[in-house]
């Protein structure tokens, strides 16, 4: 799919307006939206505008009247990297969840935390501690009340026995606000259940008591699979799972959306064992009993995405693809799964804008973020650096480019890249004997501080930088 495509449209779903990223010569593929809070939209995904075979994440930020504020590519040479998908956060900045961001390919999963103009402050690795989960695809990226983040997708991991990752399974990551891995599961790989229970992982929601998530849970050794519920506690153990649509030959269920903490809408896409296809829409319980299903299509392609409406009333989309063509829909659903009625008050649009919005396709010319190593490859990034030294008189402390924040967890090692200063820091030194001789608060705008040691005595000093409360470098100064 070459042009992104943002459509607007009115309560009733007609097309307010529409705007196209591009004329289709090069690549400009859309992942993820979401609403900015002075009434913009912020997109992801990825394009080729750098390289037709190795493919860039980008960003656009439009603003109340659809027109471009600004755009980023992300790149890195010879690598295919995947904007899948990002989120406003009430402070203007945003959360961006990326698939393998790195120099050396490799599937891997990245969240980065991007500033109102879209710089990184920091950004964080997934699944580092063990080897033997591959993250296959990200599909749904969750900002939760408590300022934690939710990721769910589908990873490989091989079996008891096996060495390669043959075996795919629903993967989740909780992250907190500053993207340390609170837990990070490939889940059904261990489970206190008599049956395997895995397959693909699409999306979750959180209530007051569990994480729910919707998955397609493949029964083996027939290649059979079922739209399932699977439930997870809030420290990341699997609970329960219950296939909502058994006996399939195909099934998945691809969105969920949170009524209240008892009752979920489900979007599922299954055919059975003749071969009849259905597209519809479940209201369940959390155990994953049918109150009520609503057949929206029947076709091969499972639900695309969900949301509820200020009004509680469901969103759901899909695509198909047609005589060479993509068809998209939307249908619109009461609380009781019924289609919603046709509004016909009349109503404000687009008053954030002075003047009318219209369609149109836009060109634009996005700046540049280089891919970059990370940190802990490129050790100068990390590392304060002192000259002259040895010295006796003015010595230069210039800090490090970048905070690298190293934590353990109860089951992994956390390593965060921080690309931007934003509290102060405390710099400490302390002489051979371990004795603290001078302390001095460094801000964030202050890359360098000069240090007189000339009335020091002659010998070996340690200065430690500590942000947070966690030593994040640390240099030996001799002094002659």
């Known amino acids: ?38 009434g913009g939209v912020i997109v992801a995904g990825v394009c080729d505008t750098l390289d037709v075979d190795w493919w860039d994440p980008f960003i656009v930020k439009l603003t109340a009247c659809g027109e471009i504020e600004w755009c980023h590519v992300f790149h890195t040479d010879n690598d295919r990297d995947y904007g899948m998908k990002i989120k406003a956060l009430p402070d203007g900045s945003y959360i961006f969840l990326l698939k393998d961001w790195e120099v050396n390919p490799s599937n891997s999963v990245w969240l980065m935390h991007l500033d109102v103009n879209g710089a990184i402050i920091w950004e964080q690795r997934y699944f580092q501690s063990d080897t033997l989960v591959s993250p296959y695809n990200e599909t749904a990226l969750d900002v939760l009340p408590d300022g934690k983040y939710l990721v769910t997708g589908t990873c490989y991991r091989p079996d008891s026995g096996q060495v390669q990752p043959y075996w795919v399974w629903p993967m989740m990551i909780m992250a907190d606000s500053t993207g340390e891995a609170v837990w990070e599961i490939p889940w059904g790989y261990a489970l206190p259940f ?122 759901i989309t899909a695509w198909n693809f047609i005589d060479n063509k993509y068809l998209f829909y939307l249908w619109k659903l009461n609380q009781n799964l019924d289609f919603d009625s046709i509004y016909t008050q009349p109503r404000v649009y687009d008053s954030l804008c002075p003047y009318p919005v219209t369609s149109s396709t836009l060109y634009f010319q996005c700046d540049l973020v280089v891919g970059m190593e990370e940190p802990v490859r490129d050790i100068e990034k990390v590392k304060m650096h002192i000259y002259p030294n040895p010295g006796n008189g003015i010595i230069h402390v210039e800090f ?50 000069l240090l007189d040691v000339s009335k020091w005595s002659k010998g070996m000093y340690y200065l430690r930088l500590s942000n947070g409360g966690t030593v994040v470098a640390t240099e030996k100064v001799v002094v002659n």
């Open 1 to 38: 799919m070459k042009i992104g495509w943002i459509i607007k449209t009115d309560i009733n779903g007609n097309i307010l307006w529409e705007k196209q990223l591009g004329n289709g010569t090069r690549m400009w593929a859309l992942d993820g939206i979401d609403k900015t809070p002075d």
């Open 194 to 315: 008599p049956d395997w229970v895995n397959g693909e992982g699409f999306q979750s929601i959180k209530t007051d008591h569990a994480i729910y998530s919707c998955t397609s849970n493949y029964h083996g050794p027939d290649p059979n699979y079922s739209p399932c519920l699977i439930k997870t506690s809030l420290t990341g153990e699997p609970v329960s799972y219950h296939d909502l649509i058994p006996n399939t030959a195909f099934g998945k269920a691809s969105t969920i959306t949170r009524l209240s903490d008892s009752v979920f809408f489900i979007g599922v896409g299954y055919q059975n064992t003749s071969a009849h296809s259905t597209l519809s829409v479940l209201k369940t319980d959390t155990l994953g009993s049918i109150i009520k299903e609503t057949i929206l299509n029947h076709t091969d392609f499972i639900p695309w995405d969900a949301i509820l409406t200020q009004d509680n009333k469901l969103l």
């Open 400 to 449: 490090p480019e970048c905070i690298q924040k190293q934590t353990e967890t109860k089951h992994l090692t956390v390593t965060t890249i921080f690309h931007k200063w934003y509290n102060d820091s405390d710099m400490e030194v302390f002489d051979l004997f371990g004795r603290l001789i001078f302390r001095q608060v460094v801000s964030p705008s202050e890359r360098e501080v």
